[in-house]
């Protein structure tokens, strides 16, 4: 944290070395072609240096309060045996050489190296907001119109330094200060501190590659946006997740992940922030607070965002006039030049496009298969398959010439997948009740056997297969309570490949193999499927070797290999239950399920459509009894709450409800179980049967390519065991959900759209 502020500090212990052991700060300071200034009180520290006034000796101006020529100026120190100044002048000086000066950035007068530091020169400025919202003798808030100015100042001001290829990296209540109190720049702001800047362009257009480290961590871990939690590389959305954090802690004066403690804090705070929706986030705040983090948390890497549009959200708090605001906005003024005032109206282009999914849904299981595109060949799988049972079916495909290439778990039960192109010899394996026994496996090893998969149970059991006949030299594997990437890359390094993954509980097990035929290798690691992630290894010719999950994180490890294979075609799919029907269809695609894994996750269950309310079409995922039923076709009217629902209300699931608000279904079943469609689904129009009705699983009918063209199609739904249909059929009884329904659910009238 650098504080560059006039204002008395707590901070002020007069001229102390950086680091205990390091030279003391200089009394006096003079760099290149600037004056002399004596050092006096200390204003701040941080990790790139700390900051003193310093006031300028014999100053010809006494009164000078601005400028080079400035009486009192901001000395940055920073020792050269610091983390900024490995290769030299600290990086910093490169990101201000580029930056300072432009609007909301401080200047740099001089710079120079004065015995064991390196000095920047810089404008004095005045108290952070972190100082104002920290002062404050009633309570720890700011007014709404306050925020809202600084909302529209932080967001120009971040849009220029984008424009300089840069994102800040540590966007925060102290890294924003407002000008020296007493002169023309007392209600401008300024952002301070860059550090941890990095680069988001490179050259004049291209935007930097997308990359995952998770061990590294750049920011504040209260106000760092998600993927700087998870280690992807910073972009643009970065920066305004984190300002979205600070908005809401200025005005609120708490964020829901304050106060977690230990190792694993970072962790913590992050799968917080996943958990809490804009609503309950912006609880209170007025709506422009969740529609800008709305806007910025579903922003691509690549994205440009559209900064007059979040500008002009916030438009409407402060009043059109912009003297009379508690904070200059001129920058903001400028940006938004040619752009309808107040409530900015979407571009046509958005309004042609669905919303985006919001970040956070409740928790639901799915099943991730992996599919690779491949010559024919036998495969095999066998799904919830208890223990007692599981050696029979090992035993016949092996007779069958088959082996085991995938193993996977849920509820206690396994999952096979075999197959015959594995190049096995033979094959060995145990279900243990720990996790991964290592005696078994070492016997194994000593008998060159070589794991080849595993599985982790819920229970903390496992499955482990080792064969003969694979490529590798050299195992080692590791179990540990968090995923494991540091010893990731440290075995990299060696000449390691992960292999192998899976989890039991919220314990991680990895193998990694020497001689795996990689030629390099990456790990995805998310909170939820990370499916931009994903892409984006694919389009850089990565594919998905080895996968596993908790019931917080999902992890994806993706290589190249070194042999290039002559279809690289890849895809991946998402399942509440074992995808069987799918790899049917896979197979007369020639794709071979090549692994898949049993997720719990929070996964992004929910969209809004952009259609007007009578026409508008949500999407729901519920969950009863552990399992899950999609509910699909909600034509929506002027909702106030669940009871409204009753209108035309379809539900798809092969045989689990029909329903309408006239107590007639619009669907029939025929003596062979498939449906017919006397109206259209969403207008109600009398079908054509030869033209007008396409059918998908026998239980979709529309009248129109614009019908059809409106609906939100959801992943098919495995049979339902009759309890749970009993249990979800009870809450809708003479055309209303019951109370059951309304305990579970609720309805948000503001977003039209149906939430768990």
């Given at each position: 944290?650098?504080?560059?502020?006039?204002?008395?500090?707590?901070?002020?212990?007069?001229?102390?070395?950086?680091?205990?052991?390091?030279?003391?700060?200089?009394?006096?300071?003079?760099?290149?072609?600037?004056?002399?200034?004596?050092?006096?009180?200390?204003?701040?520290?941080?990790?790139?240096?700390?900051?003193?006034?310093?006031?300028?000796?014999?100053?010809?101006?006494?009164?000078?309060?601005?400028?080079?020529?400035?009486?009192?100026?901001?000395?940055?120190?920073?020792?050269?045996?610091?983390?900024?100044?490995?290769?030299?002048?600290?990086?910093?000086?490169?990101?201000?050489?580029?930056?300072?000066?432009?609007?909301?950035?401080?200047?740099?007068?001089?710079?120079?190296?004065?015995?064991?530091?390196?000095?920047?020169?810089?404008?004095?400025?005045?108290?952070?907001?972190?100082?104002?919202?920290?002062?404050?003798?009633?309570?720890?808030?700011?007014?709404?119109?306050?925020?809202?100015?600084?909302?529209?100042?932080?967001?120009?001001?971040?849009?220029?330094?984008?424009?300089?290829?840069?994102?800040?990296?540590?966007?925060?209540?102290?890294?924003?200060?407002?000008?020296?109190?007493?002169?023309?720049?007392?209600?401008k702001l300024f952002l301070v501190d860059l550090g941890l800047a990095t680069k988001w362009r490179e050259g004049s257009s291209q935007h930097v590659e997308y990359d995952q480290r998770p061990d590294v961590f750049r920011g504040t871990v209260r106000y760092a946006s998600v993927h700087a939690h998870l280690g992807r590389t910073g972009s643009r959305r970065d920066d305004l997740e984190s300002l979205a954090y600070t908005l809401i802690f200025l005005l609120r004066g708490r964020l829901p992940w304050q106060g977690f403690q230990g190792e694993n804090k970072g962790f913590l705070v992050c799968k917080k922030?996943?958990?809490?929706?804009?609503?309950?986030?912006?609880?209170?705040?007025?709506?422009?607070?969740?529609?800008?983090?709305?806007?910025?948390?579903?922003?691509?890497?690549?994205?440009?965002?559209?900064?007059?549009?979040?500008?002009?959200?916030?438009?409407?708090?402060?009043?059109?006039?912009?003297?009379?605001?508690?904070?200059?906005?001129?920058?903001?003024?400028?940006?938004?030049?040619?752009?309808?005032?107040?409530?900015?109206?979407?571009?046509?282009?958005?309004?042609?496009?669905?919303?985006?999914?919001?970040?956070?849904?409740?928790?639901?299981?799915?099943?991730?298969?992996?599919?690779?595109?491949?010559?024919?060949?036998?495969?095999?799988?066998?799904?919830?398959?208890?223990?007692?049972?599981?050696?029979?079916?090992?035993?016949?495909?092996?007779?069958?010439?088959?082996?085991?290439?995938?193993?996977?778990?849920?509820?206690?039960?396994?999952?096979?997948?075999?197959?015959?192109?594995?190049?096995?010899?033979?094959?060995?394996?145990?279900?243990?009740?720990?996790?991964?026994?290592?005696?078994?496996?070492?016997?194994?090893?000593?008998?060159?056997?070589?794991?080849?998969?595993?599985?982790?149970?819920?229970?903390?059991?496992?499955?482990?297969?080792?064969?003969?006949?694979?490529?590798?030299?050299?195992?080692?594997?590791?179990?540990?309570?968090?995923?494991?990437?540091?010893?990731?890359?440290?075995?990299?390094?060696?000449?390691?490949?992960?292999?192998?993954?899976?989890?039991?509980?919220?314990?991680?097990?990895?193998?990694?193999?020497?001689?795996?035929?990689?030629?390099?290798?990456?790990?995805?690691?998310?909170?939820?499927?990370?499916?931009?992630?994903?892409?984006?290894?694919?389009?850089?010719?990565?594919?998905?070797?080895?996968?596993?999950?908790?019931?917080?994180?999902?992890?994806?490890?993706?290589?190249?290999?070194?042999?290039?294979?002559?279809?690289?075609?890849?895809?991946?799919?998402?399942?509440?239950?074992?995808?069987?029907?799918?790899?049917?269809?896979?197979?007369?695609?020639?794709?071979?399920?090549?692994?898949?894994?049993?997720?719990?996750?929070?996964?992004?269950?929910?969209?809004?459509?952009?259609?007007?309310?009578?026409?508008?079409?949500?999407?729901?995922?519920?969950?009863?009894?552990?399992?899950?039923?999609?509910?699909?076709?909600?034509?929506?009217?002027?909702?106030?709450?669940?009871?409204?629902?009753?209108?035309?209300?379809?539900?798809?699931?092969?045989?689990?409800?029909?329903?309408?608000?006239?107590?007639?279904?619009?669907?029939?079943?025929?003596?062979?179980?498939?449906?017919?469609?006397?109206?259209?689904?969403?207008?109600?129009?009398?079908?054509?049967?030869?033209?007008?009705?396409?059918?998908?699983?026998?239980?979709?009918?529309?009248?129109?390519?614009?019908?059809?063209?409106?609906?939100?199609?959801?992943?098919?739904?495995?049979?339902?065991?009759?309890?749970?249909?009993?249990?979800?059929?009870?809450?809708?009884?003479?055309?209303?959900?019951?109370?059951?329904?309304?305990?579970?659910?609720?309805?948000?009238?503001?977003?039209?759209?149906?939430?768990?």
């Open positions: 944290m650098d504080v560059y502020s006039g204002e008395p500090s707590g901070g002020d212990k007069g001229l102390d070395a950086e680091d205990e052991g390091t030279t003391p700060i200089p009394e006096r300071v003079q760099v290149g072609s600037s004056p002399l200034y004596k050092v006096e009180k200390k204003l701040g520290k941080g990790g790139f240096g700390q900051v003193y006034v310093g006031r300028r000796t014999n100053a010809p101006v006494p009164h000078d309060r601005t400028g080079a020529g400035a009486v009192e100026v901001a000395l940055k120190f920073e020792h050269k045996s610091s983390k900024g100044c490995n290769h030299g002048p600290p990086y910093e000086w490169q990101v201000y050489g580029t930056l300072g000066g432009i609007h909301g950035v401080p200047r740099v007068h001089y710079k120079g190296k004065q015995g064991d530091y390196y000095i920047m020169v810089m404008d004095m400025l005045g108290p952070s907001l972190w100082d104002i919202w920290n002062n404050k003798s009633n309570s720890n808030t700011m007014s709404t119109e306050m925020v809202a100015c600084i909302a529209i100042e932080a967001i120009s001001i971040l849009e220029k330094v984008h424009s300089k290829g840069y994102v800040h990296g540590d966007v925060k209540p102290e890294n924003f200060l407002l000008g020296p109190s007493g002169t023309p720049e007392e209600k922030k996943m958990a809490t929706s804009p609503e309950a986030l912006c609880s209170l705040c007025p709506s422009p607070f969740r529609e800008f983090i709305e806007h910025v948390v579903n922003l691509k890497f690549d994205e440009k965002p559209n900064y007059a549009k979040y500008i002009s959200l916030f438009d409407g708090i402060v009043g059109p006039n912009p003297d009379v605001r508690p904070l200059n906005t001129e920058g903001a003024q400028k940006l938004v030049v040619g752009q309808k005032r107040g409530r900015l109206v979407m571009d046509e282009e958005d309004e042609d496009q669905p919303k985006k999914k919001i970040r956070i849904g409740m928790p639901a299981t799915q099943w991730i298969s992996v599919y690779n595109a491949r010559r024919p060949m036998k495969q095999r799988y066998h799904y919830n398959v208890a223990e007692g049972r599981l050696a029979q079916h090992i035993e016949k495909g092996n007779e069958d010439g088959l082996f085991i290439s995938s193993v996977a778990s849920c509820l206690n039960l396994w999952a096979i997948i075999m197959d015959a192109g594995t190049g096995f010899s033979s094959q060995v394996y145990e279900i243990s009740p720990q996790f991964l026994h290592k005696e078994w496996i070492m016997e194994q090893w000593d008998q060159n056997y070589y794991i080849t998969a595993i599985a982790g149970a819920n229970n903390g059991s496992s499955l482990v297969v080792m064969s003969k006949g694979t490529q590798f030299v050299q195992q080692s594997y590791k179990v540990s309570d968090s995923f494991p990437f540091k010893w990731i890359n440290k075995k990299w390094r060696e000449g390691f490949f992960v292999t192998a993954m899976a989890t039991a509980g919220s314990r991680w097990g990895i193998v990694m193999s020497r001689g795996a035929g990689f030629s390099d290798q990456v790990v995805e690691l998310d909170f939820l499927y990370p499916s931009e992630g994903v892409h984006r290894r694919w389009d850089g010719g990565y594919r998905i070797t080895s996968t596993a999950a908790t019931a917080d994180q999902t992890a994806l490890v993706l290589s190249i290999p070194r042999r290039k294979p002559p279809d690289e075609t890849q895809e991946t799919l998402r399942t509440s239950a074992f995808p069987s029907t799918h790899v049917k269809k896979n197979k007369m695609k020639r794709n071979q399920m090549k692994r898949v894994v049993y997720a719990l996750k929070n996964m992004r269950l929910i969209a809004r459509s952009n259609m007007n309310a009578h026409d508008q079409v949500a999407k729901a995922k519920v969950a009863a009894v552990g399992l899950r039923i999609l509910v699909q076709q909600l034509p929506l009217h002027n909702l106030t709450d669940c009871s409204k629902l009753s209108s035309n209300v379809v539900v798809k699931s092969r045989d689990l409800l029909k329903l309408s608000s006239s107590g007639r279904s619009c669907i029939s079943e025929d003596h062979d179980g498939r449906y017919s469609m006397n109206l259209c689904c969403l207008c109600r129009k009398k079908l054509r049967a030869d033209k007008d009705v396409y059918m998908y699983k026998g239980d979709q009918g529309f009248c129109s390519v614009e019908c059809r063209s409106r609906q939100i199609y959801l992943d098919d739904i495995a049979d339902l065991e009759a309890s749970t249909k009993k249990i979800l059929a009870s809450t809708y009884k003479n055309g209303v959900f019951t109370e059951d329904f309304h305990h579970h659910y609720s309805m948000s009238q503001r977003n039209r759209r149906l939430v768990l």
